[in-house]
T-cell receptor, first 112, second 118 residues
């Protein structure tokens, strides 16, 4: 089983739709979680950190479910510019240098 | 916000050439930097963790003699791909974390270097 798993998609949605991605992780002791956005042939850019209490930033909401070991990202009112690959990243507890393990990413395509 | 600069952004060279990639944190100190490789349609794969003033920690399967890492200061880490071959062609990305003692800070990525070996 991979340490971090994501549905690769693509998720095809119309503008204005609400879409949600999940990301599961295998290490129950993982302590930090992040969502990154990666555009084609570009570097990943931090979208948001994921806190235990959940957090919201405009149209984006991230949640953590420790019992089921997954994090989620909800995008409301999708824009064309939201089209990208969304990577989840998990920091396992037993990594001395606090390295991150990334999922393969979920591709989102928002159409007019 | 934190900025990480990576140079060069694109390299095309002949097989057998050694290529050096620089990663700089521009507005913060980074005791730890990370080097990733990403093949098309695949995830970021951590190659090694670069620690200022000490040897890098390589992930399993990554040849330390092939991928030389030097982290000489709190703002600069370099990755040298020695005697590069076509199979080394990939997107190489560095990241850095701010030097803070509390909490867990996210990693900030450089622009990446697209390496093509002919």
């Amino acid at each position: 089983r991979k340490e971090v798993e994501q549905d690769p998609g693509p998720f095809n949605v119309p503008e204005g739709a609400t879409v949600a991605f999940n990301c599961t992780y295998s290490n129950s002791a993982s302590q930090s979680f992040f969502w990154y956005r990666q555009d084609c042939r570009k570097e990943p850019k931090l979208l948001m950190s994921v806190y235990s209490s959940g957090n919201e930033d405009g149209r984006f909401t991230a949640q953590l479910n420790r019992a089921s070991q997954y994090i989620s990202l909800l995008i409301r009112d999708s824009k064309l510019s939201d089209s990208a690959t969304y990577l989840c990243a998990v920091q396992p507890l037993n990594t001395g240098f606090q390295k991150l393990v990334f999922g393969t990413g979920t591709r989102l395509l928002v159409s007019p | 916000g934190a900025v990480v600069s990576q140079h060069p952004s694109r390299v095309i060279c002949k097989s057998g050439t050694s290529v050096k990639i620089e990663c700089r944190s521009l507005d913060f100190q980074a005791t730890t930097m990370f080097w990733y490789r990403q093949f098309p349609k695949q995830s970021l794969m951590l190659m090694a963790t670069s620690n200022e003033g000490s040897k890098a920690t390589y992930e399993q399967g990554v040849e330390k003699d092939k991928f030389l890492i030097n982290h000489a200061s709190l703002t600069l880490s370099t990755l040298t791909v020695t005697s590069a071959h076509p199979e080394d062609s990939s997107f190489y990305i560095c990241s850095a974390r701010e030097r803070v003692s509390l909490g867990s800070q996210p990693q900030h990525f450089g622009d990446g270097t697209r390496l093509s070996i002919l």
